[in-house]
């Protein structure tokens, strides 16, 4: 049986001017892909065979990675159910010759084996913790699973959505190469798109550049294929004082006008000044306190509300048990 160590995989990156905004900064999209790739290569690797994303777990970014900086993102299978694997990942960043390699951030993702009609089937392996520290591991992985699917589960058919009156709108038309084999587009594809959706929706809203400080876990109800349109609306949910919390709904439409419901991501981006630092958000109309709004525009407010208090209390005990290292 193989070890969590025995599955582990690595994948480096360089950063070029093309991967970064106007401050030489990595786009928050492209690091969510590099992660979805790390993490679908060492699942890939570990099924022998083509795996799907189910879901991508809470992503906080530390630490901004810049132009000429290594990134260097590892992966591991860290538990296995009969047809889905949990996959922790960790990404470092460094200046060579400049600095240390850092903590940039981390996520675990869960990933379902496929057949090659592209439905699950069992993985047909299991990782075995070969220590007391790969058993903490896979007890933790295992917790995060039964966790995820009780939140589906109180979900309902469909999640929270973003209100329908989105300040985005985008339609991409998914093409082989969307695909990471067969027809389902690959899930860093979709998630470099979300980023785009929000950063242009966040951009409109505060009138000045941002950049993507988190994204809150996304789950993957439905694939997209080859030649159906990822239509996705973003709109803001919440504000912030120097952030805004946008709401990204992504349907896929198929040929003759068939809908379906992809994800619901919640993605937090930060307003900068023109020296790169975080800078005050315009309120968001008609927040409480400016004439409290009624109905689902309240009942919007509150959920994201709740949704940023949660990110804050995150982030703080990421930052503490970062500094503590």
């Not at 950063?15 to 401050?23: D, G, I, R, S």
């Not at 996959?87 to 379902?112: C, D, K, W, Y």
């Not at 009156?165 to 998630?191: C, Q, R």
């Amino acid at each position: 049986m193989p070890t969590i160590a025995d599955t582990r995989f690595q994948m480096v990156q360089l950063v070029f001017p093309e991967h970064a905004n106007p401050y030489g900064t990595l786009y928050g999209g492209r690091m969510m892909s590099w992660i979805a790739t790390a993490g679908t290569l060492a699942a890939s690797r570990f099924a022998h065979g083509l795996v799907v994303l189910g879901a991508m777990d809470d992503l906080d970014f530390l630490t901004p990675v810049r132009v000429g900086e290594i990134v260097t993102i590892d992966a591991q299978v860290e538990y296995v159910g009969r047809s889905s694997m949990e996959v922790g990942v960790a990404v470092q960043s460094e200046a060579p010759g400049r600095s240390a390699p850092g903590r940039t951030t981390s996520s675990h993702l869960a990933f379902i084996a496929l057949d090659d009609h592209e439905r699950p089937r069992p993985v047909g392996v299991a990782v075995t913790p070969a220590s007391s520290a790969e058993a903490a591991v896979h007890e933790a992985a295992a917790a995060r699973k039964a966790a995820r699917l009780a939140r589906v589960e109180a979900y309902g058919a469909e999640p929270p959505m973003v209100p329908p009156a989105a300040g985005t709108h985008l339609a991409h038309l998914v093409t082989p190469e969307d695909a990471f084999s067969g027809t389902l587009m690959f899930a860093g594809k979709l998630l470099a798109l979300l980023d785009e959706a929000a950063a242009i929706t966040a951009t409109r809203y505060a009138r000045g550049p941002v950049v993507t400080a988190s994204l809150d876990t996304v789950y993957f109800y439905n694939p997209l294929r080859v030649g159906e349109i990822a239509d996705i609306a973003a709109a803001v949910t919440f504000v912030s004082r120097t952030s805004a919390e946008i709401g990204v709904r992504v349907d896929g439409e198929r040929v003759g006008g068939d809908r379906h419901h992809t994800c619901t991501a919640y993605l937090t981006m930060v307003h900068l000044d023109d020296a790169g630092r975080p800078t005050p958000m315009p309120p968001l109309a008609a927040t409480p306190g400016e004439g409290r709004p009624e109905g689902d525009a309240r009942r919007y407010w509150l959920a994201g509300a709740m949704r940023t208090r949660a990110r804050k209390e995150r982030v703080a005990a990421l930052r503490a048990g970062h500094d503590a290292h």
